[in-house]
């Protein structure tokens, strides 16, 4: 009985000590130099301008990347450094930019992979009041091609809400292609598929209820993102 108690004890300890792996760091909530987001012992490795709460300035999309290295849960991989993302918009009366959200696992990383020959994160972009960010990814047979797309929106709560996602997968060797288009503030998603190069594809076009919303501080492991299951019609099929 003791045995068994003392490693119940144990076991949050654990757990805790798993969960502290990596270290983050917390960003400054307001700074009047965007270089002061950049903590010591990070580097900027993306970045972005433009309006995103309509007030005509200038705002903040960023990706930092730790210099100190974590060891690879692969064989034969290699060390990498985690990255943390975030969002900042100009504050005119103080002049200043303010911190509105951080999010410390969401831009993937090569994770020591030694099948990852290229960076998943491909860009980050600030668009007709939207913050993108676009990932390419590889998988270990080196068959297959992944592109994501994450689209946020400011809401009128104020926060960095999920409003458009884009996924497809390319076959390198059929050229078998699949894209699936889902915008979760009009309702409306599209798919397109094709087994091969030679083919122009079947397209599908539905409107669905979204069944949840998601929200950039929450957002983790994007490369297994998985939204709600959407049905198309049965030409085009499921992603």
């Known amino acids: 009985m003791r045995l068994l108690l003392s490693l119940l004890l144990l076991l949050p300890l654990t757990l805790s000590q798993a969960a502290d792996i990596y270290e983050y760091p917390t960003l400054p909530k307001k700074v009047t130099s965007l270089n002061d987001?950049?903590?010591?012992?990070?580097?900027?490795?993306?970045?972005?301008?433009?309006?995103?709460?309509?007030?005509?300035?200038?705002?903040?999309?960023?990706?930092?990347?730790?210099l100190k290295k974590y060891d690879s849960k692969y064989e034969d991989g290699k060390p990498y450094g985690i990255r943390v993302a975030g969002i900042a918009l100009w504050n005119t009366r103080e002049k200043n930019f303010e911190l509105i959200v951080q999010a410390n696992d969401f831009i993937p990383t090569t994770e020591g992979n030694p099948a990852i020959t290229e960076d998943p994160l491909?860009?980050?972009?600030?668009?007709?009041?939207?913050?993108?960010?676009?990932?390419?990814?590889?998988?270990n047979s080196q068959l297959y091609i992944t592109d994501q797309t994450f689209i946020f929106y400011y809401n009128k709560d104020r926060v960095f809400e999920l409003g458009g996602f884009v996924r497809s997968k390319l076959h390198r060797s059929t050229q078998g292609y699949t894209r699936e288009s889902i915008n979760f503030t009009t309702g409306k998603s599209t798919l397109l598929k094709r087994d091969?190069?030679?083919?122009?594809?079947?397209?599908?076009d539905v409107n669905f209820t979204p069944e949840r919303k998601y929200f950039f501080k929450d957002m983790s492991k994007v490369r297994a993102f998985k939204p709600q299951v959407i049905t198309y019609s049965e030409f085009a099929g499921t992603y």
Not at 47 to 53: F, H, I, S, T
Not at 122 to 139: C, I, P, Q, W
Not at 196 to 203: L, M, P, W
Request: no cysteine.
């Open 37 to 66: 987001f950049v903590p010591a012992g990070w580097k900027l490795v993306a970045e972005a301008k433009g309006d995103l709460n309509r007030d005509t300035r200038d705002d903040y999309v960023f990706v930092i990347e730790s």
């Open 122 to 139: 491909e860009s980050v972009l600030v668009k007709n009041g939207t913050a993108r960010f676009y990932f390419h990814y590889m998988d």
């Open 196 to 204: 091969s190069d030679s083919e122009i594809g079947a397209t599908s």
